[in-house]
């Protein structure tokens, strides 16, 4: 919205030009998402209250746990209003990215909603079904995949790079939707898996977001990708605005949402999150530097699988307790230390992927 406001004003007085600019409009579009989810996030988690869609908890958990029951849930309502809000201001509506960035973070917000009402207010434990979850997720994943695989102007914009290896690159060809559909859904579940302790999956969620945010700006950028070697991707740049909205948001909701937390952010705004992270990456050809970055999220999937198939074939556990951030505090860490742990894990791995743009 601004900025064809603000590029019809600069014709009468420059300065208005500064608009135009990509570096400043994501500044203001962070800014503008932190203020408007601390301005809401009160009057959410009153309205959550009322409705009382308070937060169940596990009877074979952490016993720390248990005090959280009833905090209201759902509170990734809050961080999807702040990023629809601030992208519509401050992005380009004319950036196609942008409006599929918003439909499928938007979609997977719908579906985690349904899941987290039926959980709530009609008392169902298990929500959508497992079934009925994967299918919606599936479809909204697919046709976006699709819709990336047929936006592509060269085979470079569909192939797969291979990090930290110069000129090394998998061509996928049609693989591409599938690659791009596992890579969605799975970040999108992983986020979810993550989201077990008060603030633990909103930093690393931030921190991801925000070096996605730098790949998006560098490979839009058709002086800075020659120089680096990455993918060139016309309009790409734009991700970095929706990318700022996820920083800016994740931070205001992590005000309310650092322990102890007042809200937590459930499967709306969970499942959401990981899609937008997964959907950034394959916008600017960044899969397998998401893996690193989010490192976090990787590894908490991976502690769920090998112990419920461990767990088949013996009978035994590996963990004790599955994600592994519940086996850490069943080990004696204090939920805060086990919280900024993973945080400091995740901005390391963060500088990590980040390097990946130089070492070659």
Do not use: C
Request: proline share 4%; net charge positive.
């Amino acid at each position: 919205m601004f900025i064809e406001l603000a590029t019809w004003l600069s014709q009468w007085y420059s300065p208005f030009h500064l608009f135009g600019y990509l570096t400043f409009r994501g500044l203001m579009t962070a800014l503008t998402a932190l203020v408007v989810s601390l301005w809401a996030g009160p009057a959410v988690i009153r309205w959550l209250t009322r409705l009382k869609v308070g937060q169940s908890v596990r009877l074979d958990g952490p016993q720390t746990h248990l005090i959280k029951s009833g905090t209201p849930t759902m509170g990734g309502v809050l961080i999807l209003l702040s990023i629809l809000f601030s992208v519509v201001l401050w992005g380009d509506w004319g950036n196609r990215y942008i409006w599929l960035l918003l439909g499928v973070t938007l979609a997977f917000g719908v579906i985690g909603f349904v899941d987290d009402y039926k959980k709530v207010v009609y008392k169902n434990p298990k929500g959508l079904s497992a079934r009925q979850k994967y299918f919606w997720q599936s479809l909204v994943a697919l046709v976006a995949a699709w819709m990336m695989f047929h936006w592509a102007d060269l085979p470079a914009h569909t192939d797969l790079v291979i990090p930290f290896m110069k000129n090394m690159v998998i061509e996928l060809g049609p693989v591409f939707i599938l690659m791009a559909y596992f890579v969605i859904v799975g970040t999108s579940n992983a986020v979810n898996l993550t989201d077990g302790l008060d603030g633990l999956a909103i930093m690393p969620a931030v921190l991801v977001s925000a070096a996605l945010s730098v790949f998006a700006y560098l490979s839009g950028h058709s002086v800075f990708s020659d120089y680096l070697n990455i993918p060139y991707i016309p309009g790409v740049g734009e991700v970095a605005i929706f990318g700022a909205a996820l920083v800016g948001a994740g931070l205001g909701f992590l005000w309310f949402n650092t322990y102890p937390a007042q809200v937590f952010m459930g499967d709306v705004g969970a499942l959401a999150i990981g899609a937008a992270l997964g959907l950034m990456a394959i916008m600017v050809r960044q899969e397998l530097v998401l893996v690193i970055m989010g490192g976090i999220f990787v590894i908490e999937t991976l502690s769920v699988m090998i112990q419920v198939l461990y767990y088949k074939w013996t009978g035994k556990r590996v963990f004790k307790m599955a994600p592994l951030h519940h086996h850490f505090e069943l080990s004696g860490w204090a939920e805060p230390k086990v919280i900024v742990r993973f945080w400091i894990i995740t901005l390391i791995l963060v500088l990590v992927g980040l390097a990946s743009l130089k070492v070659r």
